[in-house]
């Protein structure tokens, strides 16, 4: 993950005329202390786009030129060139740096982590899996290989026909609240959504009425962390979990683990960058934006001690302790990896003993909606706690508390997007009714008073 201090490089070195390259590429040098003598490795991998090939190789001449070395591993998925680079850095600690290291780690891993139940549970079980029509789907089909006996999955929207992300893939779903399209699905079998290049995961069900579930990020996050705190009690292993959320996830997660699990809940800005370097701050780190994009982070001494159990625990902490390492090596640390997390959520359920239903009953969401605002500048509005307070313009803030007031179990927030003149708009509330009017009525106040432009929000019903 980019160390927020050199997003400031990137953008200097991006927006540099070509004439000025080089001493850009110099001062980011000098001001980090770069040794020039030392050897440059740089790892290359693309996705399906047809873009990728030129990008890659745009990427290769620029290495070359400056003397740096490369390894082009190409097709790969996002979270699989973290691997390779982890993998690099660590001299191989984390890993055997290939496709086919990557694929044994989380197959042994998975293996290992069910083989306990695997003898009491019909075995393979069955996943309904929508590839976005990207990357995911080419190199789920590769780890079948290695798993086939415990685990199948029938890949959908795989690349073989269909658009990238069209009518498919995680953000569609998540976004749209209904099945992606090009997929079979039976009444109260689970299904999952990579998004394109897999770095994000949903899992949702329909019911035998027909009624459409989503389990995102809060859920899987959820499900994760009461799953290793369960198994470090069990283990007599001390060790702390904190989950970190952004101001998108659902009350009802943040409730349910804060006042039934007693795990502490941290809240920072909207950006996986923003939760992956809050959760190296803790032991056991778990992260997960509502969208599905998540990992676990687990520090030096956790791993330390959950080795140490390994050894001198009693035959049941060992064997819990086991379980953590276990998860601990199917666990892609690097960054949100739907494969991963994919095979983690189906070890869970499988040990817990679980069905999809049932894991989605843990907590019920309050609901929810999102509304976006045009507004003729979006710098207008400016926040704090983690976004979940407007401090500009002057009595936004007071307009948005009084009207929340209104509804049981409500909250509401507005944040200037990044890229575009809007405001985003979130709200939650005891029914969709009472939600919907609530977005409503804060997006009308957010363009009375924060420079509305276009047409007014229209009330929702």
């Not at 998860?327 to 739907?338: F, H, K, P, R, S």
Request: hydrophobic share 40%; proline share 3%.
């Amino acid at each position: 993950m980019l160390a927020a201090t050199w997003e400031e490089h990137a953008t200097n070195l991006a927006n540099a005329e070509e004439q000025c390259i080089s001493s850009a590429l110099e001062n980011i040098a000098k001001k980090e202390a770069i040794d020039l003598q030392q050897e440059a490795f740089v790892v290359v991998g693309r996705d399906t786009r047809q873009s990728s090939e030129k990008l890659v190789q745009t990427v290769i001449d620029g290495v070359t030129i400056l003397g740096g070395k490369y390894h082009d591993y190409g097709l790969l998925t996002t979270p699989q060139l973290h691997y390779m680079v982890c993998c690099r850095n660590t001299l191989g600690q984390y890993g055997t740096a290939t496709e086919e290291g990557y694929y044994k780690k989380l197959a042994e891993a998975f293996m290992n982590l069910i083989k306990e139940v695997s003898s009491s549970t019909h075995f393979p079980r069955c996943l309904i899996v929508d590839g976005a029509n990207g990357i995911g789907a080419l190199k789920l089909k590769e780890l079948q290989h290695y798993i086939q006996k415990e685990f199948l999955f029938s890949i959908f929207n795989d690349g073989t026909s269909g658009k990238l992300n069209y009518l498919c893939g995680a953000d569609f779903v998540k976004v749209q609240q209904k099945p992606p399209q090009g997929i079979q699905m039976k009444p109260n079998e689970m299904c999952c959504s990579f998004d394109g290049d897999a770095d994000r995961i949903v899992f949702y069900y329909n019911d035998s009425n027909g009624h459409f579930h989503l389990l995102d990020g809060d859920k899987i996050a959820t499900l994760i962390s009461t799953f290793i705190k369960e198994l470090l009690i069990k283990a007599n292993v001390d060790l702390p979990v904190a989950v970190i959320q952004t101001a998108y996830a659902n009350g009802s997660s943040t409730h349910y683990l804060e006042d039934i699990m007693k795990v502490p809940v941290h809240c920072v800005k909207t950006g996986v960058k923003h939760l992956h370097h809050k959760a190296l701050e803790s032991d056991i780190g778990v992260y997960f934006e509502a969208n599905g994009h998540g990992t676990v982070l687990f520090s030096k001494t956790a791993e330390e001690k959950i080795r140490s159990q390994l050894k001198n625990g009693s035959k049941e902490e060992k064997k819990a302790a086991a379980m953590l390492q276990y998860t601990i090596d199917l666990i892609n640390q690097t960054v949100g990896d739907a494969i991963s997390d994919m095979l983690v959520i189906e070890a869970i359920l499988v040990i817990k003993g679980l069905s999809v239903q049932e894991w989605d009953a843990i907590y019920t969401d309050l609901p929810s909606r999102q509304l976006k605002v045009k507004v003729a500048d979006r710098c207008v509005i400016t926040t704090t706690d983690a976004e979940r307070n407007a401090v500009t313009p002057p009595g936004l803030q007071v307009q948005i508390d009084n009207l929340v007031k209104k509804y049981r179990f409500s909250r509401a927030f507005v944040r200037p997007s990044g890229t575009e003149d809007i405001v985003r708009v979130y709200a939650e509330a005891d029914t969709q009714e009472n939600a919907d009017t609530l977005a409503y009525e804060v997006s009308l106040a957010v363009y009375q008073m924060a420079g509305g432009i276009g047409e007014k929000p229209n009330p929702p019903h």
